[in-house]
């Protein structure tokens, strides 16, 4: 089953290997979140069943012959989990819900959730209609090998259990995360320079591995993994009261919000730089949105910031002016 057309003169990628491509890449963006163990590895597992419809003869016939498909892969995914949550609920636990939005938000990755079977589920129709037209569009054979897919891919993640989530608020807002890190994931796992075509193997567990010493290399150079947070002082003039309380301030356990008032020309946001390095180095966030409100005011904070930087991290970070009009900005 391919998963990505040969490069000219090339192989293709098997489906399976590029889905633990991603999934390596996945775990690395999962490490840092606030959760277990076991559902850590739950979000890597369902990160690599992210492509299971392309598992599927209409797929494949895409792929090598350029055949429209009826469904898109990805709407075959979520039919597949869905029809082999029998298998998955075994390992996973939690409510049928629950990993109905996860489902939902791994098969999504190309930026909305199957809407065909979100709505077999509002109307609670079951395994019929468009459902059973996804499952025929992949083919019995698919059918059966994803399932075996899915037993494969849970012994290489043999902790993973959702019955941790407290209930279904949690789970969705989980999914969103879920759905937005495998999107860069998948992203990142795509690029044949970092995860190139590889021939079938029967040897998962040691693909894996060897896509995980891929995975950290790849995120090193996509500019996705920030560096440590500098020490030392961060600017070269005494601080000022507001500054100055901000660098001594306590920082309340878990997330937090603070609000700096002073009069103008104060150093507010020197004193926000203090603290934010501070929250930084507490493990609060892994980088900073400077927001204004205006494009103007932004290209001015960026040039402010672009010094600063050598004194916040310990290496070179990714920045980058985010409104619609910085391509006009020489800096």
């Not at 293709?12 to 999934?23: F, G, K, T």
């Not at 636990?93 to 109905?100: L, V």
């Not at 103007?296 to 916040?312: I, K, N, S």
Request: glycine fraction near 10%.
């Amino acid at each position: 089953w391919p998963g990505k057309s040969a490069p000219e003169g090339g192989i293709e990628h098997p489906a399976v290997l590029h889905m633990l491509d991603v999934a390596a890449v996945a775990e690395r963006l999962i490490a840092p979140l606030p959760c277990p163990d076991p559902l850590k590895q739950a979000l890597s597992l369902l990160s690599a069943l992210h492509d299971l419809g392309k598992i599927s003869d209409s797929f494949r016939a895409a792929l090598r012959e350029g055949r429209p498909q009826a469904f898109r892969h990805w709407e075959i995914t979520e039919a597949f989990l869905l029809r082999q949550d029998p298998i998955l609920a075994a390992a996973l636990g939690s409510r049928e819900t629950r990993r109905n939005e996860l489902y939902a938000a791994a098969a999504g990755h190309h930026g909305r959730p199957s809407q065909k079977v979100l709505e077999l589920n509002r109307s609670g129709s079951g395994p019929g209609g468009d459902w059973r037209a996804m499952l025929d569009a992949a083919g019995p054979e698919a059918e059966a090998d994803a399932a075996k897919v899915i037993r494969a891919f849970l012994a290489l993640w043999p902790g993973a259990s959702l019955e941790g989530l407290a209930d279904l608020a949690e789970v969705k807002r989980l999914s969103w995360r879920l759905n937005g890190l495998l999107t860069v994931a998948d992203w990142v796992g795509s690029n044949a320079d970092w995860f190139p075509p590889a021939p079938p193997t029967g040897d998962l567990a040691g693909y894996l591995a060897a896509a995980r010493e891929r995975a950290g290399a790849a995120l090193e150079q996509a500019g996705l993994v920030a560096p440590a947070v500098a020490r030392g002082a961060l600017f070269d003039f005494a601080p000022r009261p507001m500054q100055a309380a901000c660098a001594e301030a306590p920082l309340r356990d878990g997330p937090m919000l603070a609000l700096i008032e002073d009069e103008t020309g104060a150093g507010k946001t020197e004193a926000a730089l203090v603290l934010a390095r501070r929250m930084l180095a507490a493990g609060k966030g892994q980088g900073l949105y400077v927001a204004l409100p205006t494009m103007a005011t932004a290209d001015a904070m960026f040039r402010r910031l672009r010094g600063v930087l050598p004194r916040l991290f310990q290496g070179a970070p990714s920045v980058t002016l985010a409104h619609g009009r910085a391509g006009l900005s020489e800096d």
